[in-house]
């Protein structure tokens, strides 16, 4: 994947004008830069990604292997596909492959810009420049890294998992509390049934939702309706 390197955006700081651009039209990128690849594979801790739609099925192959070297050395993963990079072949048992490193997978309907945040000091970025090539540009500055954290964690927030079916597995204290709430019955009253504390619940209810993808507790209970968890 060639691409030409980017002009603007050195400084690591998105103007207001360009946070809305990248936030209501994003652009899709291909991967597989020399320099984000150095950049992505120098991480320690964890790396969060966006993509946008691979221009083929053999982009999916490329960070596949970006993903078995970093789950190597013990890098937690977590991505945020576009649901339209389902239509490509392969890309379904590319993510279950990928579940199965440990890479947490996640939906949206968006096609968001591909983003790598690495160790959470460092952001890769690859868009269309204005002349049609790709365009890269790496953030370090404190505070072009911090807003593009935020970004990534509200799309991760309101994204949904993949897989979202029977493998989406509850604890069996969870899976009470999801009982309970579903049922109608107040949080104080579930806590009293089931001998635990106001924030031992709320912790409960928490991990739920994330386990089941739901961004509420209504979808949680929907969701492990739908997957016939629900007695």
Do not use: N
């Amino acid at each position: 994947m060639t691409g030409h390197q980017g002009t603007a955006g050195q400084t690591g700081v998105l103007t207001a004008g360009r946070r809305t651009a990248l936030a209501v039209h994003p652009r899709p990128a291909r991967t597989g830069h020399p320099s984000g690849r150095r950049a992505v594979l120098a991480a320690r801790s964890d790396v969060a990604f966006t993509l946008s739609v691979p221009t083929a099925p053999d982009r999916l192959d490329e960070v596949e292997e970006w993903y078995q070297e970093l789950r190597a050395i013990g890098v937690t993963v977590r991505t945020v596909y576009p649901e339209a990079a389902l239509k490509l072949p392969g890309a379904a048992a590319h993510m279950e492959r990928a579940t199965a490193m440990g890479v947490r997978c996640r939906l949206l309907p968006t096609h968001p810009v591909f983003t790598a945040v690495i160790d959470r000091h460092t952001v890769f970025m690859a868009m269309e420049s204005g002349a049609g090539g790709i365009g890269e540009q790496v953030f370090r500055t404190p505070a072009g890294v911090a807003l593009l954290v935020e970004a990534f964690e509200r799309s991760w927030g309101s994204a949904r998992e993949f897989p979202a079916g029977p493998t989406a597995v509850l604890t069996g204290p969870q899976l009470t509390a999801v009982q309970l709430m579903s049922s109608g019955m107040k949080d104080d009253k579930i806590a009293r049934v089931m001998k635990i504390s106001p924030r031992t619940l709320s912790r409960l209810v928490a991990g739920a939702m994330d386990t089941l993808g739901a961004i509420s507790r209504f979808e949680a209970g929907a969701k492990a309706q739908e997957l016939g968890l629900l007695r």
